[in-house]
């Protein structure tokens, strides 16, 4: 009987304090502060991302597994959803190193800043939901897939409501 | 000649004291749409938490509760947005104004949640069918939510979330019986005694 094994590689590294914390120094509802916040953001999965790496860590699903479709849809939304996230960062850096550099104020600037910053962030929690459920995948943990599926529709769905609004802004 | 030039200066000062008197409390778009982005923003913390939750099922029973405030709230202040925009577009200030408080209180409302607050009248809005009671959720938590005062750690007398007490502040149940604060992973304190949450009264 042919049986094919879906690997995935290198997606583990939850087990590190992951959520957002708070941001030093700077405000965390100011322009500035967002955009820290989302760096931090980043900076976090990407520290996640690569110690899974470093780990060597594999994930084997069988083909008959009941879990294969969903763990190939939420491994695949966390890697688009990764570079959404890099995308918006670096707009993020971009009008920020703009701000930071020039003595006035431009709301609008400060806005688009603040605006890729929070989709950065929001990008991100898809990622560290869809890290959340390789993880416990790993593990063994079958009990937590259907809560982890359903948050990670709800992340994607705050990241597409959060994509509208800035989309608005265009 | 002379007169054409007057009547230009006097054009351009009309406008400058026209633009100056709508610019003076008038709604700016950017403005509603900088408070969507955080409102937006609280659903993404939203879904964090119940990602977070996943190993507590009390935990991920109130992080989705508080998750149908939050998304809720923003479908509220996409409404007042949307409301925003086509005031701005009609020239209606005092509709742009009322639909701009509309979005910020849904902003506030959301922000409170996060913190386990829920709002005045959310024992109403479920009545009504506005927020639905996610599957999976007791009512037992419901009733927690409407009726006791969950409060983020930080105002409960400085107890640390990070520690799990059970620490006794004087609080009793319905029933009487001394209540345990418990904090947990999300900072959020809920009276309960015997491992039950419970409503109660005195925090």
Not at chain 1, 38 to 65: C, H, P, Y
Not at chain 1, 98 to 103: A, E, G, T, Y
């Amino acid at each position: 009987m042919k049986k094919k094994s879906w690997i995935v590689s290198g997606l583990l590294g939850v087990l590190m304090a992951f959520s957002v914390g708070t941001v030093q120094g700077r405000d965390a509802d100011s322009v500035l502060g967002a955009v820290d916040e989302a760096k931090n953001a980043v900076a976090q999965a990407r520290a996640a991302i690569k110690k899974g790496n470093d780990q060597s860590v594999n994930l084997s699903v069988s083909e008959d597994s009941p879990y294969l479709n969903s763990v190939v849809s939420v491994v695949k939304q966390g890697s688009e959803n990764w570079k959404l996230a890099l995308a918006a960062l670096e707009k993020a850096e971009e009008c920020e190193a703009k701000l930071l550099s020039s003595s006035v104020k431009d709301k609008n600037l400060e806005l688009y800043a603040k605006a890729n910053a929070r989709l950065a962030v929001a990008r991100v929690s898809v990622v560290e939901v869809s890290l959340a459920y390789v993880e416990a995948m790993y593990n063994g943990k079958t009990e937590k897939l259907k809560v982890l599926e359903e948050a990670m529709g709800d992340a994607v769905e705050a990241a597409n409501r959060m994509q509208a609004t800035f989309d608005l802004l265009n | 000649m002379k007169d054409k030039k007057l009547s230009k200066i006097v054009f351009i000062a009309g406008a400058v004291v026209f633009s100056a008197l709508l610019g003076a409390g008038a709604v700016d778009l950017n403005d509603a749409l900088d408070k969507m982005i955080d409102l937006n923003g609280t659903g993404t913390v939203a879904a964090e938490k119940v990602a977070d939750a996943a190993d507590d099922a009390k935990s991920l029973e109130m992080a989705k509760l508080v998750q149908a405030v939050v998304n809720y709230e923003i479908q509220q202040g996409a409404a007042a947005l949307d409301a925003v925009r086509a005031a701005i577009a009609s020239g209606d200030d005092a509709a742009a104004k009322a639909a701009m408080k509309d979005l910020e209180a849904a902003l506030d409302v959301a922000q409170e949640a996060l913190k386990g607050r829920f709002p005045k009248d959310f024992e109403s809005l479920v009545e009504r069918g506005e927020i639905v009671i996610p599957p999976g959720v007791s009512q037992e938590t419901v009733i927690v939510a409407i009726d006791t005062p969950v409060v983020p750690a930080t105002e409960a007398g400085g107890v640390n979330p990070n520690a799990v007490p059970w620490e006794s502040k004087g609080v009793q149940s319905a029933q009487g019986q001394e209540a345990g604060i418990f904090a947990n992973a999300q900072g959020l304190i809920t009276p309960q005694v015997g491992g039950q949450i419970v409503p109660v009264t005195g925090i």
